[in-house]
């Protein structure tokens, strides 16, 4: 079970998530604050696993607590819940694990702590792991919007990537998500994370191939359940990738 601390200076929002995290069984001890110095005076006695910010509270605010907290020995996770869509771009810069909009669903909230204790797990740590479940040693977040809301997914949620222009539209196997970066870019910055070209307009992740049909007269790849052209002049360099993928040693 985890320990998670929650700071909001609007104690109905302390009350409400501190119900909706004591139903789920993974969480353990729940820790109030009303402010950013309570928060921090309570953490330099109760180390927590997870910490629930508020952006906007009075004096420290949300992102200036979760600066503070980086500097502890005991780093928990960040979750930012918030009624603010603005503020998951500086989120995502502060490694946040996930960025909440009010009014916060219980099934939402139940993904948060599945982020929390897989990203703890990665690590190689678990409750009271010291700083294992620090923001540096989850998987990496990306803000993007869809419908107008902004939220974080996950990197390794994203299935492939296709080209439009100078966006890339990133596939995951609930939605697709339009991000203003080049595919150039997710190509270069991307490429030790298991995601490889495959053609001009799509970027894949190697660990969602589900088949490949290389020989064939048109070469293709599966990615889940859809099938994506490979192009004749990146199929060497994909080979390569899947060769090196299938002999690497398992942990």
Aim: aromatic share 6%.
């Amino acid at each position: 079970m985890i320990s998670v601390l929650i700071a909001d200076d609007e104690q109905p929002a302390v009350d409400e998530l501190a119900f909706l995290l004591g139903q789920d069984p993974r969480v353990g001890a729940i820790h109030r604050a009303n402010s950013g110095s309570e928060a921090i005076r309570l953490l330099t006695r109760e180390p927590v696993d997870a910490a629930f910010l508020d952006i906007h509270m009075p004096g420290l605010t949300g992102f200036d607590l979760a600066r503070a907290l980086q500097r502890f020995e005991h780093k928990p996770a960040f979750v930012f819940v918030t009624a603010d869509e603005e503020g998951a771009l500086e989120a995502f810069d502060l490694a946040a694990v996930d960025y909440l909009l009010k009014p916060v669903r219980a099934e939402r909230l139940q993904r948060s702590v599945t982020r929390i204790v897989e990203a703890m797990k990665a690590a190689g740590g678990g409750p009271g792991a010291g700083d294992a479940a620090g923001p540096a040693s989850g998987p990496e977040m990306i803000a993007v919007t869809l419908g107008g809301t902004t939220r974080m997914i996950r990197r390794d949620e994203v299935r492939y990537v296709q080209a439009q222009g100078d966006y890339a539209r990133l596939h995951t196997e609930e939605a697709s998500y339009l991000v203003r970066v080049p595919m150039a870019d997710l190509e270069r910055q991307w490429a030790d994370a298991g995601f490889v070209r495959v053609h001009r307009s799509y970027l894949v992740s190697l660990a969602h191939v589900a088949r490949v049909r290389l020989g064939a007269d048109r070469p293709t790849i599966s990615v889940g359940p859809v099938e994506l052209p490979v192009s004749r002049r990146l199929l060497p360099g994909l080979r390569d990738r899947l060769e090196a993928a299938t002999l690497r040693p398992r942990p």
